[in-house]
């Protein structure tokens, strides 16, 4: 069981990236899934997150009205498009899996079972 995310890179401020997160080895489409950041020196931390069907979504403070999280079941796949970006969103992104929830959206780290590799987002002042 994989999730392999992908799509990080150098941006300015202001700019947009799209990380994507994609299944491999069983299906996720009965889990709620969830994207975080760590920076250098600085814990773990809640991104976004999206029930089993997409019907609703959860975002950090920080993130709000920037950020989108989005999944397309039929590829096992979910994504979050970074809009507006901040040298402050500079982290590393990684995508994971509560392989014991459909509806309730978790913000702690230790509660998702599945974990991507992470990708690296860079945005230049």
């Known amino acids: 069981v994989q999730l392999q995310a992908s799509g990080g890179g150098l941006v300015q401020a202001g700019g947009s990236l799209r990380l994507s997160c994609a299944g491999s080895?069983?299906?996720?489409?009965?889990?709620?899934m969830g994207w975080f950041r760590q920076a250098p020196g600085k814990e773990r931390e809640f991104v976004a997150g999206?029930?089993?069907?997409?019907?609703?979504?959860s975002y950090a403070d920080s993130v709000k009205g920037r950020f989108t999280i989005s999944r397309d079941n039929t590829k096992n796949t979910v994504s979050l498009q970074m809009n507006s970006l901040k040298p402050v969103d500079t982290a590393v992104y990684y995508c994971?899996?509560?392989?014991?929830?459909?509806?309730?959206?978790?913000?702690?780290?230790?509660?998702?079972?599945?974990w991507g590799q992470g990708t690296l987002v860079t945005v230049s002042s």
């Open positions: 080895g069983r299906t996720f489409s009965n889990n709620v």
């Open positions: 994971a899996a509560d392989a014991h929830r459909m509806y309730l959206i978790n913000f702690e780290p230790d509660e998702y079972d599945y």
């Open positions: 999206i029930n089993y069907s997409g019907g609703r979504t």
